[in-house]
Every structure is written in structure tokens, then in C-alpha cells.
């Protein structure tokens, strides 16, 4: 099973993501109400990925939209956290607003911890929520707290990719035992 470290080595060039401690389906029924939220799939297929290809050898690009996000909400085996993949490799403002003020939301809603984190070659944004408060904001460049943190609480994201046209997820072999579901949703950006 990969760890929080194993996700944030893959995803060094960037991520924006949240941690919900709630299972999916409470978290689905919060996103399909977000204003942002234009579609909501449930339990989608994810397909492998292995070195930058998928199963039939061809090789996973992506070139993010403009005026929106393709996101998945992933539900692993063993695990109380759902978590929301905004993006992956990558990361711009819009995104880091968007993780916290749903981080927010989905913990006030369902009265949980959730975490929003980014990650950009400039260094991290980190917020703790409980019940819609936030609890604390980890200091922005050092990879040992976040990882600290996430691996406190047993948070252990799937090593995945957003790739395809659609936009698809894909997820590393070791990963696909993991995946108990994924739903996928578009999100339209509102920059700050």
C-alpha cells in the first residue's frame, strides 16, 4: 500500500488535493451540491498506469482546461478518509482556493476532519479543518510535516494520474488493489 511519502515522491512537480474523513458517498452528496460542480459520475472506472502509460502501452498526456477541472473522489480499501484529487502534477491558485474552501465545507457539513493541501515547486499549503473550523496551517516549506501529518492519520492516497481525452484516472498497478471506488466530477475554475 503506498504512503503519504510515496504519493508526494510521485507527485513532486505539484497536487492539489483534499483528505475528508467520511466515506464517498457522504462526500459525493456534498459535491454534487457545490456551485462549481457541473457533472458528478458514480464509481467510474480507473484505469493502470505504468511509467507514464496505460495498459495498452500508449503513453497518458493531459493539458488541463482553462475554464475547468476534471476531479475524482477516491475511496481506498481499509481506509475512514475519502480523498479528492483537484490535480495532479501540478497546481495554480484557483486550485489551492478551491481545496480549502471545500475542505472546509465538506468538514462543517459533515461535521469531520478534512485536510487541503497544494503542492507547487514553491512549497506547500496545508490546512487542518475540524467541523468547519480550521485547526491549523502547516508551514509551507517543509515536505516532513505534511508528510507527518497525512501518515498520523493514516491518510494514504492511491498513486494516481489524470490523463486522456476525456479526462480519465489512471492509478500505478500496486494502486488499483487499493481503489474501492472513484467518482469523477467537473468543476468550472473561478480564479481569485
Known amino acids: 500500500m503506498a504512503t ?23 462526500v ?13 459520475s458514480d464509481n467510474v ?19 488541463p482546461s482553462p475554464t475547468d477541472r476534471t476531479c475524482f473522489a477516491v475511496s481506498a480499501r481499509r481506509s475512514k478518509w475519502c480523498i479528492v484529487f483537484r490535480t495532479l502534477y501540478w497546481c495554480e491558485s484557483a486550485d489551492k482556493e478551491w481545496v480549502n474552501e471545500t475542505a ?12 487541503a493541501s ?3 515547486g514553491h512549497g506547500f499549503s496545508t490546512c487542518i479543518y475540524k ?4 485547526e491549523a496551517k502547516l508551514p509551507g516549506r517543509d515536505r516532513s510535516i505534511v508528510v507527518k501529518e497525512f501518515t498520523s492519520r493514516k491518510v494514504r492516497p492511491p498513486i494516481c494520474f489524470v490523463g486522456g481525452s476525456p479526462a ?14 472513484a467518482d469523477k466530477f467537473e468543476c468550472r475554475i473561478t480564479m481569485p
Open 4 to 26: 503519504f511519502r510515496d504519493f508526494a515522491k510521485e507527485n513532486s512537480d505539484g497536487w492539489s488535493l483534499l483528505a475528508v474523513q467520511a466515506k464517498i458517498e457522504a
Open 28 to 40: 459525493a452528496e456534498v459535491l454534487r451540491n457545490v456551485d462549481s460542480v457541473t457533472t458528478y
Open 45 to 63: 472506472a480507473v484505469g493502470v498506469m505504468a511509467n507514464s502509460r496505460d495498459e495498452d502501452g500508449n503513453i497518458i498526456s493531459f493539458t
Open 104 to 115: 472546509k465545507s465538506l468538514s462543517e457539513s459533515l461535521n469531520c476532519e478534512a485536510i
Open 118 to 120: 497544494c503542492a507547487t
Open 131 to 134: 467541523d468547519g473550523n480550521l
Open 168 to 181: 480519465s484516472l489512471y492509478a500505478q498497478r500496486d494502486s488499483m488493489a487499493e481503489i474501492e471506488r
